[in-house]
């Protein structure tokens, strides 16, 4: 088994699924000859001609409504958005037709396609490339939203996602890129679009994230083993739909839980976990329930993304005030 | 215009919009007629669609009047464009439509009933008949213009598969203030895509006149920005209308890429139901637009050539007025669905997060409609 | 003084200020002779004249944009856009440009500006006009985001938001509009934007919403009082920011909370507050914290519009699980 | 194009899109100079800002190369464009750019560091110099084409005040493509507004080839579907690109409208320092592209014409090093702002509820940069 990274992933994870299917296409900016601008259509256009792998035009809007053009066809076309900054434009495509052509035809037409980013900061982009925006998806009905955490998941995940019958936003961990490799098989084995991984098993706090910041949420995890704090590590992956049943029953052992997102703190996607937990896991809490987040400002230009995205201290800075004001019997 | 020093400044482009109509508002004919019109029962065909579009109309306002319809947009005026779309599309083509040109729902197979539990607020409508041409058109697109550049994608998979297949997507004249609309006119070229784009400019967005909606001097030169062959043709002149839209899919079937055709019209009705015209436009603008009505020139056309009897429009008529009443009731027979309906065609499969969610719409049973 | 509709109260608020501070300047689409489709914009053409009242091609990013250009040079636009379902062709200019001019140029630019739109359903309205928008713009950073939920509040947050040196999305309870008058004096006095409002005072649970939902919410506490159960009821009013101070003050004083929400349920606004109860007033709660929502389906169309927005009943449920779970001593 | 029956098809609008250039890729003049081109001292200026700008230019991407300033967006070959933009611009006009031609940046008097300090990642950047012409433009934009519908917004304002000010904005190849260009450029003309669109064709959008981003000829053509006047200049040619500049936003100040320029030049340089254009682009293009280079064009008019000596040649470029230099030291001695920074132009006054999170920030202290 290969070690890859998780931008490796992507494209094997591409390359693998478009030679399986040929109704798969790619489509987006500078995906055919430059191989996409993280080169994550490496080798595409060469193996699978540019009738089935699509330099757009600039326009993001366009991208989303070819896609769903496309996918009502029966194809399944998987769009490349540069940065999910500039994701921005695709949504009024997604939420008025993408996540609706099925439920307004009660089944008639579909729009099984996928939308692809990197997602977040940390690697000193320009201004408007390195935004999270997990939020602005969640909560559309008939969507689906995924941001894997490390190469196995992300290959696993976006087989699913381009497998999907619906639409699904597929969020990718920018900074992550390449920060390490690890055993990617190339099984073309999908994994499962509604369920939480436990990253790690633990009893005395639950650590919830997804994305880049499971990173920080596994070092903070290192760092409280070493102080004899066993932490339970969620992966979510699937933040829509999403599976409370896992984060539920690992609460209901921890009685403690900490939520670890990139995203603005205000309406973030920690505050629907926290929400749910407050409603069904009420009372196995022995702590509130902290989030760990970014900040509610515009994310920062290069020189400051460190203050705003948050970082191992931050994340056992919230854990330790769980344990002060619960500790460990 | 800029005068330009002939040393310094050289042509590098020209582009031409061209105006097409064969019958005049009075239904004289103004040039010979293409092969297609030259065949009486083609013409009294385009002329009975067109009366009983208008029927239709008429009754679907009625119902609304009469508290039975939700709010309805009216296609009073426009029936030739709708006629003629659907006279010239074939039936593997793809429609993907605004909202008004019923006429070619109809010739596509959408049963009358379907357009009326759309606007009366039930789901079931844009399910079109399997088996019909329309099973694989688009639905009534209600948020203006974002549909158009779903043309780009479907055409694209008709060429992807060489299928001679040809999209034809329409809108109206205030839908070209969309960059939605432009994205979809500059790229379409792009791939040589086998689409019509189709502007049913009708005067009016809601109470804008086409006067304020752009600084260009007629809707088809927006196809210029794209490439596109883009022409105007008279929407009130059935013949002109199918003409130059039978030359663009055959164009367009043909491998030999996309056009636009703006067809000028004049919207006779409120905006919708819930719009009163009169706030924003007179009388007398709306009473010179029926001059130019297509029902009237086309009759007065078949007529003048002898082709047309008092005894087959009474026929018309009531066959029409029958029609439509009888859709009226299908209508109105027609259940509201069961409410764990609004889960049941979000996902292909309905995520188990959610199945609360429709359990407990399905025990709380049916709130009732409005 | 007058007793107004929510909607008479909104025009006069327009009519108020561009006769104050003839910077202020209402763009949109059929605002001018026909007044807006729901006539919010009634008279101000004939008023104030067709420079100041500025009928938009039908474009809602261009409304958007140009609002956003008009800010920059101190004028103070206030755009409609007919039906918050079409202010998703705005959220892209909103994001990446209302509010980040005043941060991206470290104050040289800044835009000052009012996005007004009618939200949720209930109206019977076409598809696509009867949507709930708050989380769509809840989560910007830089952006506050207001729903009035009475004729003297629509009044008063208006004119605060007109006169709020930040962009401002205001949304206004459709079905509501005409549904009540009371009392409104054209005093020109505006309403804090940063806090919530105390609809009705009570000791056994706190009922939160905001916007048309606070019409059933009132209801409710009506039914619970006739039942012996004295309900809090707080209008959020505004929900960037979001005051959770009263909030929190009402939950440590009745120690159960219900949120009332349109909106579909995941990643929306009571999760929000829930997430905040559960993080600062966990100690304070007799019982889980509940939300009433939209379901997580698409807004259906009008016979079963009913079906999606949570009536009295739906409120009342949750309020009685509440009681169940922890009974009045 | 369509054959159009004559007796059908009238004649309706006529658009033409000509090149204008005065001095051909050898420095040759191809007809009589505009007045202030006629005049020595504006042809050395512009030549002295164009070599000013390429030696910022060069100083930036080495900076970039050696660790010392983040993604860096070249301008190697646009100069022309910047340089005829901040030339025939007024200081109370108001300038929205995309990102490229910096050149206009800095005759509205943005320090050189301002630039860098944008690309290094430091807010203060986009801070331009109070009492200087800048100070109400708009900051650099990198989401692409969605600044230009600003435009619109401010052109009105001046038009509702009465301003005989003028509002530019400028865009790339690649930007043509979104709605948002096109929503500008269709409405710009309902109010007759003052304002000039800008497109900057330097052939390539990233790795999309301008023949690839739109099915029409020119880019000019898009100005049609708005109405507006628009025309092609030679983007290399600083005195055509400054003739045709100057005359529209005479027209515009004037109160006779917007138009639209597409200027033809090419992007000699990588897209960005993040890119690596050898992946999609041949070696030839760009030698032969060289050939057309702005600078050399008028250095050789310049000294056919006997007035730029060498002396002349190299204090300019001892002096612009000099400069460039100079910035690059006053970029490397600005701090970063403190860390509390990323709340203090959120709002006018920051919300109380946000004060903890700015208070965390402060007593966190800084993180350091990259
Ligand atoms: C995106 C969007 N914005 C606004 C509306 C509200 N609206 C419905 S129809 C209409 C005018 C449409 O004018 P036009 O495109 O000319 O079509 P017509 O109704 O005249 O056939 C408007 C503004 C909408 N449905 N969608
Ligand atoms: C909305 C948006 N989409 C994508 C990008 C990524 N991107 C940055 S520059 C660029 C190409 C721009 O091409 P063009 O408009 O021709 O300008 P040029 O860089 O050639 O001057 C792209 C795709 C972006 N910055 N913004
Ligand atoms: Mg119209
Ligand atoms: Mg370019």
């Known amino acids: 088994m290969p070690n890859l990274s998780i931008i490796e992933a992507v494209n094997l994870a591409l390359h693998s699924e478009m030679t399986r299917d040929k109704d798969v296409v790619m489509l987006g900016e500078d995906i055919g000859k430059n191989g996409g601008v993280f080169r994550a259509t490496v080798g595409l256009l060469e193996k699978f001609g540019e009738e089935r792998v699509i330099d757009t035009p600039l326009a993001e809007n366009l991208v989303a409504a070819m896609a769903i053009g496309l996918s009502t066809q029966g194809l399944k076309p998987v769009a490349e958005i540069q940065f999910s900054g500039f994701l921005y434009p695709c949504v009024d495509q997604v939420v008025n037709h993408a996540t609706r052509y099925r439920n307004r035809t009660r089944g008639r037409l579909s729009c099984p396609m996928v939308i692809r980013a990197p997602n977040g900061g940390g690697i000193h982009a320009p201004e408007h490339h390195s935004e999270s925006l997990e939020t602005t998806f969640t909560q559309m009905p008939g969507l689906r939203v995924v941001a894997p955490s490390n190469p196995a998941r992300a290959y696993g995940l976006l087989l699913a996602a381009i497998r999907d019958p619906d639409p699904v936003i597929f969020l990718e961990p920018t900074r992550n890129y390449r920060l390490f490799k690890s055993a990617v098989e190339d099984n073309g084995e999908a994994l499962p679009l509604d369920s939480c991984f436990i990253d790690r098993e633990g009893s005395d706090v639950t650590l919830v994230s997804w994305g880049a910041m499971m990173h920080e949420t596994r070092l903070a995890a290192d760092k409280l083993a070493e102080e004899g704090i066993s932490a339970e590590v969620i992966d979510v992956a699937s933040l829509k739909p999403l599976d409370m049943d896992t984060i539920l029953t690992s609460v209901a052992k921890t009685g403690r839980c900490v939520i670890v997102q990139e995203a603005p703190r205000a309406y973030g996607p920690a505050s629907e976990i926290a929400a749910n937990i407050a409603e069904h896991g009420l009372l196995s809490l022995f702590a509130p329930i902290m989030r760990v987040s970014g900040y509610d400002t515009v994310m920062p230009l290069a020189k400051s993304e460190k203050v705003y995205i948050p970082d191992v201290e931050r994340v056992l800075k919230e854990v330790r005030k769980v344990f002060e004001l619960a500790p460990k019997a | ?370």
Chains 1, 3 share one sequence.
Not at chain 2, 233 to 257: P, Q
Not at chain 2, 278 to 299: F, M, N, Q, S
Request: hydrophobic residues 40%.
């Open chain 2, 1 to 370: 215009m800029t005068q330009h020093d002939p040393k310094a400044a050289s042509l590098v482009a020209r582009y031409e919009v061209f105006f097409t109509q064969f019958l005049d508002p009075e239904g004289k004919l103004k040039a010979e007629l293409p092969a297609f019109a030259r065949d009486t029962e083609q013409l009294k065909k385009m002329y009975r669609v067109m009366v009983t579009t208008r029927l239709f109309d008429k009754k679907a306002v009625a119902l609304q009047r009469t508290g039975q319809l939700g709010t309805y947009a009216s296609c009073l005026g426009q029936e030739a464009i709708g006629t003629a779309l659907g006279l010239s599309m074939q039936p593997d083509d793809v429609y993907i439509p605004a909202y008004r040109e019923y006429a070619a729902n109809f010739l596509r197979g959408v049963p009358m009933e379907s357009i009326l539990l759309y606007w009366g607020g039930n789901e079931r409508g844009m399910k079109y008949p399997a088996g019909t041409p329309s099973w694989n058109d688009f639905p009534l697109s209600v948020p203006i213009a974002t549909h158009i550049p779903h043309a780009i994608g479907v055409a694209y998979a008709f060429k992807l598969r060489k299928q001679p297949r040809v999209v034809v997507a329409t809108c109206g004249d205030g839908a070209t203030s969309k960059g939605d609309f432009y994205e979809a006119v500059s790229s379409a070229k792009i791939w040589n895509l086998p689409v019509v784009f189709v502007v049913s400019n009708n005067q009016w967005a809601i109470s804008l006149h086409s006067s304020r909606q752009t600084g260009a001097q007629t809707f088809a030169q927006k196809g210029f920005a794209g490439g596109l062959p883009s022409e105007q043709v008279d929407g009130n002149d059935v013949i002109a209308t199918r003409f130059v839209l039978e030359r663009a899919l055959e164009r367009a079937r043909k491998g030999e890429g996309p056009s636009l055709i703006e067809a000028v019209t004049y919207r006779l009705h409120d905006h919708t139901t819930a719009d009163d015209a009169r706030r924003y436009r007179g009388e007398d603008e709306v009473k010179a637009a029926w001059e130019r009505c297509p029902i009237k020139r086309l009759k007065a056309y078949l007529e003048a050539q002898k082709l047309w009897t008092t005894a087959e429009e009474e026929a018309l008529n009531a066959e029409g007025t029958a029609t439509a009443e009888k859709a009226a009731q299908a209508f109105i027979a027609t259940e509201t669905e069961a409410p764990e309906a609004i889960f049941d065609s979000l996902y292909a499969k309905l995520p188990r997060q959610y199945e609360w969610q429709r359990e407990e719409v399905r025990a709380a049973g049916p709130k009732g409609g409005h």
